[in-house]
Every structure is written in structure tokens, then in C-alpha cells.
């Protein structure tokens, strides 16, 4: 847990609630959590969902692990400790998002559990979708479109998540996609019939 440094602080409420803002957009305020190794497909599948959704006139917003690095986390590298504060702050972030009613989607390995149940605990229940993008290490491996596992294999990356730093995966995700069995298209069906079935669109 970070430590709160501020005092004397008051969170402000605005005159305009979050229901307001839900009401408005026709849609529910929800973080979708994509998480799994490295070229397991999280980017291209929360980025399928969000034409899909932009498709159906609903709002949403993909914040992507390696965006994120260029501006908000760029102070941050890959241990494991800046890895949980890399974690924390993009679980404010979504949190942020999801108060105005988008739907946020968040695509970072977030390779450990504890990490993830922290930023489920921000929103409320039934508003966090852990998805599990699924694939065998050798799968990510013969994909590889950045060629990170072959430099970690060298020895040339340290911490690499899948080589030389560990993945916990989810025990209790909403919902789990392997991408090695199921294509974009209807991987992102799976979850555009998820979120229709919970109500949130």
C-alpha cells in the first residue's frame, strides 16, 4: 500500500453524480481488466472491444501498458516494485474513468495477483472484469511481435515476465479468453456479450 504523503486534504463532490453521467451515456461505468503475458493478444482484443463498442454508440477508452510508460509511468521501470506502483496508478486512473461512466479498459501483463485484486478493490462490486488472455508461453513466444522474448531468452531484458520474472494468473476472473483457440473477431464477441449480458451496455 502507498503511503498517503498529503494532509489536509477533503475529497469535493460535484453536483453531477455518476449515475447522471451513466444516464447520459446510456452505458455503465466499468474497469475491464486485461491481463496476461506478453503477446497473449490483450492490447488487440481490448482495442477489437473498443471499435465494437464505438460501433454501438457506447464510450469507452483502451490504456495501454506501453502508452501509459511513454507519459503518466515513464519514471517507471520493471522491477517488482515499480511494476505494483505501475499497477496502482493506472488502477486510480481506470477508477477515474469509469466515475464519468466510460468504460475503461486497462491492457498490462500486471503480472502479479495481489497487484490486480488492489485495483479490483477500487470500484464497486460487479464494475471490475478480470479478463484472462490466455495463450501457452510457447504460443507468445512464436508470436513475438517485438522480439522481447527472444532478447530476454539472450539475456538481454531482466525481469521479463514469463522468462525470468513470474506471472501469477488469475484464480477468479470473470472471464478467460485463450487467444491461441479463439480469433479477434470472436474473442471480442465473448466479451461485447458479457458486458450486454451484465447490463453494462
Do not use: C
Not at 502507498?2 to 489536509?8: F, G
Not at 507468445?140 to 539472450?154: I, M, N, Q, V
Not at 478467460?176 to 470472436?186: G, H, K, M, Q, R
Request: glycine share 8%.
Amino acid at each position: 500500500m502507498t503511503e498517503k504523503k498529503a494532509t489536509n486534504i477533503t475529497w469535493h463532490e460535484g453536483a453531477i453524480t455518476k449515475k447522471d453521467r451513466e444516464r447520459l451515456l446510456g452505458q455503465k461505468g466499468v474497469v475491464i481488466w486485461y491481463t496476461g503475458l506478453s503477446a497473449s493478444g490483450k492490447s488487440t482484443l481490448a482495442h477489437a472491444v473498443e471499435e465494437k463498442l464505438f460501433e454501438l454508440g457506447r464510450v469507452s477508452y483502451v490504456l495501454d501498458g506501453d502508452n501509459i510508460r511513454h507519459g503518466l509511468n515513464k519514471n517507471l521501470g520493471f522491477s517488482p516494485e515499480d511494476r505494483e506502483e505501475n499497477i496502482r496508478r493506472i488502477g486510480e486512473v481506470s477508477v477515474l474513468f469509469a466515475d464519468t461512466g466510460v468504460i475503461a479498459m486497462t491492457a498490462f501483463i500486471s503480472p502479479y495477483r495481489s497487484d490486480r485484486d488492489q485495483a479490483r478493490t477500487l470500484v464497486p462490486e460487479g464494475r471490475f472484469i478480470e479478463i484472462y488472455v490466455k495463450v501457452p508461453l510457447s504460443v507468445a513466444e512464436e508470436r513475438d511481435p517485438k522480439g522481447l522474448y527472444k532478447k530476454a531468452r539472450a539475456g538481454e531484458i531482466k525481469e521479463f515476465t514469463g522468462i525470468s520474472a513470474p506471472y501469477e494468473e488469475p484464480l477468479k476472473a470473470e472471464l478467460v479468453i485463450d487467444t491461441s483457440e479463439l480469433n479477434v473477431e470472436e474473442s471480442r464477441d465473448v466479451v461485447i456479450d458479457f458486458l450486454t449480458a451484465r447490463n453494462l451496455i
